[in-house]
């Protein structure tokens, strides 16, 4: 059934590489705890205990947020079709923004997508799977395109206005750094 493993093996690697969506979750030492779900090309695994992913413009900005008060996070993958399987990924997490150098670097490991907020970069220090046998099976249809089009049309002058109004803090308060130098 479940196992512990210290790094990401090949086979879960392509694991990860087939999934459509993952899911993040961070929390602060105080205030509520946040998953969110994510999808669309923004996961790559960089090596056995290394992983990125693309933070596309949202609604909120709860894992920034966190991150700068406690750098744990959990990363879930589930098996909606084929074998069942969940993986998690536990570890520490750094957030980069268009200002940092880093930005750029792992940027050009994804398809170009309006709206790229943040990158977020993972030392994975534990992985553990389980066996899945109670996710139901989904079909996969097709990407939603609302996000992208949407980024799209508001220009990079306009998402940033965004971000100033709706990404600078979390619900609970605290600051995310969206645009701090």
């Known amino acids: 059934m479940g196992k512990r493993l210290n790094h990401i093996t090949s086979e879960l690697k392509e694991f990860i590489k087939n999934q459509k969506m993952f899911f993040v979750g961070t929390a602060a030492e ?9 999808g669309i090309d923004t996961f790559r695994v960089l090596g056995d205990n ?36 969940i993986l ?48 139901p099976f989904m ?3 097709e990407e939603r395109t609302t996000l992208n089009t949407w980024a799209e049309k508001q220009g990079s002058d306009k998402i940033e206005k965004y971000w100033a109004e709706k990404n600078t803090q979390s619900i609970d308060g605290f600051e995310t750094n969206i645009l701090n130098d």
């Not at 105080?30 to 994510?38: C, Q, T």
């Open 139 to 141: 079909d996969y249809k």
């Open 50 to 85: 290394k992983v990125i992913w693309l933070n596309l413009t949202g609604s909120g900005n709860e894992t920034a947020a966190h991150l700068l008060k406690n750098d744990r996070m959990t990363i879930l993958f589930c098996a909606f079709e084929g074998k069942p399987l």
């Open 88 to 135: 998690r990924l536990y570890g520490n997490a750094k957030i980069y923004h268009n200002r940092d150098q880093e930005f750029d670097t792992y940027l050009s490991l994804f398809p170009t997508t309006a709206g790229s907020r943040q990158i977020i970069e993972m030392e994975v220090d534990m992985i553990q799977t389980s066996c899945g046998f109670a996710v």
């Open 30 to 38: 105080e205030g509520r705890v946040n998953i969110s779900p994510k």
